[in-house]
């Protein structure tokens, strides 16, 4: 009954006077346990982080203080089940099965997802007890948003498609949820992306520009590196995408890419690369990339 009601006043309010601003992507959560603060943003930071390449920013409500003049055009609820907290690490379990779950109904993928905290940190429990102290809930929060990260595919995607590694990949280690670095893999990321661009499209309001962040992840995960260099300066193999001495022109920047992409296209075959990306969107924002690197 709490779900209809959610996506009732999210769907309806805009046909009652002038709609409000529209959020690109808001996640709406619930704790049974409020969990420090130390958790909590460690959390939050690490799902901005793992989808700040999307070129938007999320935005983070409770649900127990919903308004019903809030919408959006991608919505999630988050329920964090159990504790979530470092606490009584000694306590003994059996292994759990599943991390976070997101509810399916009749094959169609919900925008509802439950992280169990309780079976993360039995999950970890091992490792953590190694880490200092007064890092334990640093590590635990980043690895609660990688769970809520993979989960956010799924319900992001509609789809139960799962990668064959990073963030997407059925099944996480220990040593994955608490490594420095963990993200998307890079077509499992583009699947993403994709699915959220009407989103996008939508909210050019609230994303006045090509995003640099996202530009930087397409031109590395497309092996642009490999021919243009790291920041488009240009190898043996091939010319510089931007001019040399002085700062890049975004719209010229632009235009240059989308003139040769065709080409570009044809010699990557030839080089056994993965073509580059053709979507106007990723192109501008491998442009804003490129134009962000001052000489």
């Known amino acids: 009954m709490l779900y209809f009601l959610v996506c009732l006043a999210l769907a309806a309010w805009p046909a009652l006077g002038k709609p409000p601003d529209v959020a690109p992507v808001v996640l709406y959560t619930h704790f049974d346990r409020q969990p420090g603060p130390i958790v909590a943003e460690s959390a939050r930071l690490e799902v901005e982080s793992i989808l700040a390449p999307l070129g938007f920013p999320l935005k983070w409500r409770s649900l127990d203080g919903i308004r019903d003049s809030e919408v959006s055009t991608s919505l999630a609820v988050v329920t964090f089940r159990g504790r979530c907290g470092v606490d009584d690490l000694l306590s003994f379990g059996k292994a759990p099965k599943t991390l976070g779950v997101t509810h399916v109904s009749d094959g169609v993928v919900l925008p509802f997802t439950d992280i169990d905290c309780n079976s993360i ?45 990073g963030i997407a990949k059925p099944v996480f280690t220990e040593r994955e949820l608490l490594a420095d670095h963990f993200e998307f893999e890079g077509s499992e990321f583009r699947v993403l992306r994709a699915s959220l661009k009407q989103a996008r499209q939508q909210n050019k ?19 642009c590196v490999r021919c243009h260099g790291n920041s488009g300066q240009g ?24 003139h040769d992409a065709p080409r570009m296209c044809s010699r990557t075959k030839s080089r056994a690369l993965p073509a580059p ?19």
């Open 205 to 223: 309001n609230l994303h006045p520009g090509a995003s640099p962040v996202s530009g930087k992840f397409i031109f590395q995960e497309n092996g």
């Open 121 to 165: 940190r039995l999950f970890l429990q091992k490792n953590l007890v190694r880490v200092r102290v007064e890092d334990r809930e640093l590590y635990y929060g980043r690895a609660v948003g990688r769970v809520l990260a993979h989960e956010l595919f799924h319900i992001f995607t509609g789809s139960r498609h799962h990668g064959s590694d």
């Open 277 to 295: 990306p053709l979507d106007e969107d990723e192109l501008a924002d491998v442009a804003s990339f490129l134009a962000s690197f001052v000489e």
């Open 235 to 258: 190898t043996r193999s091939a010319p510089a995408l931007r001019p040399s001495g002085k700062p890049a022109e975004l719209k010229a920047l632009l235009a240059r890419l989308l």
